[in-house]
Each structure stands twice: as C-alpha cells, then as structure tokens.
C-alpha cells in the first residue's frame, strides 16, 4: 500500500467488521496489495466481540482500525470510517469480501472516464460449492452478478461500491437508522437528485459469506422488514408495494424470472446452478416476503 503521511491520498477504502476473524486476513490482504501508482489508505471500522481487532493490530499495522464501543448498524459503521477518510474517493467493501489487485485502479480510472458521482461493479459468489451461498447471490446480487455490462445504474451494493467525497458529504452519508437497504437508500438519493452512478462489471469484488440454513433464513426476513421500511420512510421504488400489498405475492415470480433473464443475458452458465438451488431460493423468498409483511403490519399497528 503506497502511503506516507505527505502524500496526497487519492482514495479511501473502508471496511465496516463484526466479528470477522474468519475473513478479515484474506480481505485486507487483497485490499493492501492493489496495484496502484498513488497513495491510498485503509480504513477498517470495527465493533466486534472476537478476536479481529487483535488479528488487524498483530498484522496489518498500515490499517486505520476504528474501534467501536458496541455493535453498529452499517450505515453509520460507513459513516464513521469516512470521518477519518482523507481521500477524494470513498471506496466501500465489506470484510468477508476479496478484491483483485487492479480493484482500485479501476475504479478510479472510471471516475476519472466520467462525471459520475459513484462507481460500482460487480459482485461474485466465492462460495461455489455451497447451496445456501448460491441461493443467497441469486436472491441479494444477481442484479450485480454481470459480465460485459458498462453503463448507469439505479443502484449500488456497498460491497463494491465507491462514491465521490462531494457526493457522499451532500447527500448526508448512508442511513443512520436502517439495519439493511441503507445503500439502495443513499443511491436514491443521489439519483433522485440528478446524480450518475456508473455500473462497471470488470470492477469485481467475490463475496465469501458463510451461512446455515437457519441464517440464511433468518436474514431473507430481515431483509424483507427492512425493504419495507426503507419504502416507506424513504419513498424507495416500489413503495407502491407498500400500498397495495397484495401484489407482494407476486414477487417470488417476478424475481425469479428477472433472476432467470439477467442469467440467459449475461451468466448463462449459471442458470444451471440458479436452477438447482431454486427451492432454496424459493424459501428464502417465502421468508422475505414474511418479513416485508410483518414490517407492513407493523406500520399499520403503529399508526
């Protein structure tokens, strides 16, 4: 990692962890060996209860470690790593991902392309022999899973995705109050202001995240609460879900063949895995959609 405390530092690479002791060695080490001929600096923004912070301390002295009293929400975990940022660009992952080594220069070579006010790109499934990683890529990231694909995006997944520190400043960093959706909350914003966001799919991050099948199940319903209440607190499309809920049901098969189409256009050889794990995929979308109901219900009770 090329940095010294006189050197003008082009971008800022943060990284929110909990108690990733599994994952925090192989991510920053792909993090620090990016191939770049400027300055750049790691920030990691941590909260955990086992031993990761100690790991990142024993082995990567060049890593800003935040350290955080208590467990934190993503949003503001983001928020605190870019206080202590100093570079123009943001540039955001998550620990238990891997990024190639021409993973920043990349992305700064894209912004420098265009006047984009955030960049983001791919995002690959590292699990390939596990069933339940499958399902989860299929249901959280297909729309990120691309190839030859270059141009604006509605939407960024903040495990690869990089903003302008003008951008991010003006529209107020991510939402403080969202346990998950607080990077499709932030993207809103920006588009809805007149803002680009630029789609690269040679820009990759590979998403390593372990779960059973109870978790698996578990975070489809929090991720189906949560995409209800960031409809309705922050107008999100598809707020009209929200409003006329039965049609809520018919989202496990507009997902599945929007799923379906993006593999027959872009990831073709992985139909045949989206194929085999589609009861999986089927349960966790029967999980989400309890969770976008049980949110539903509750604004309901609450007014």
């Known amino acids: 990692m090329k940095e010294d405390s006189e050197a003008t530092i082009v971008a800022s690479v943060i990284i929110p962890s909990y108690n990733a002791s599994a994952f925090i060695v192989g991510c920053l080490e ?19 209860t086992d031993d990761t912070p100690e790991i990142i301390q024993a082995r990567f002295s060049e890593v800003h470690l935040v350290r955080l009293a208590r467990k934190t929400l993503p949003g503001p975990t983001r928020n605190t790593g870019v206080n202590h940022a ?7 992952t998550d620990a238990d991902c891997r990024v190639p080594s021409n993973w920043l220069a990349s992305i700064v070579a894209r912004f420098r392309s265009g006047s984009f006010s955030g960049v983001g790109g791919s995002i690959r499934n590292g699990r390939r022999w596990s069933p339940i990683a499958w399902a989860a890529h299929f249901l959280e990231f297909s729309e990120w899973d691309t190839v030859n694909r270059h141009g604006r995006a ?8 990089s903003y ?14 969202m346990p998950t959706c607080e990077d499709m909350v ?27 099948f109870r978790v698996f199940n ?39 063949a929007r799923a379906v189409c993006r593999l027959v256009m872009q990831r073709r ?16 979308m029967t999980f989400w ?3 976008f109901a049980g949110a539903l219900r509750s604004q309901k009770v609450a007014r």
Do not use: M
């Open 30 to 48: 792909s993090v620090l060996g990016q191939d770049v001929p400027w300055a750049y600096e790691v920030i990691v923004v941590d909260s955990s």
């Open 154 to 161: 509605t939407a960024l997944a903040t495990s690869n995705a």
């Open 164 to 177: 302008g520190r003008d951008t991010f400043i003006r529209h107020e960093g991510f939402a403080q109050d």
């Open 269 to 284: 050889r992985l139909l045949p895995v989206f194929l085999c794990v589609l009861p999986l995929y089927c349960v966790g």
């Open 289 to 291: 959609i309890l969770g």
């Open 86 to 92: 100093r570079g123009k660009y943001l540039c955001f």
């Open 218 to 256: 578990h975070y489809q319903y929090k991720l189906g609460w949560n995409a209800c209440r960031a409809r309705i607190r922050y107008r999100l499309p598809g707020v009209f879900l929200t409003e006329h809920p039965f049609f809520v049901l018919g989202l496990p098969f507009a997902r599945a």
């Open 186 to 212: 932030f993207s809103h914003r920006v588009v809805s202001s007149g803002g680009v966001l630029f789609f690269d799919s040679t820009i990759v991050a590979t998403h390593l995240r372990h779960q059973n």
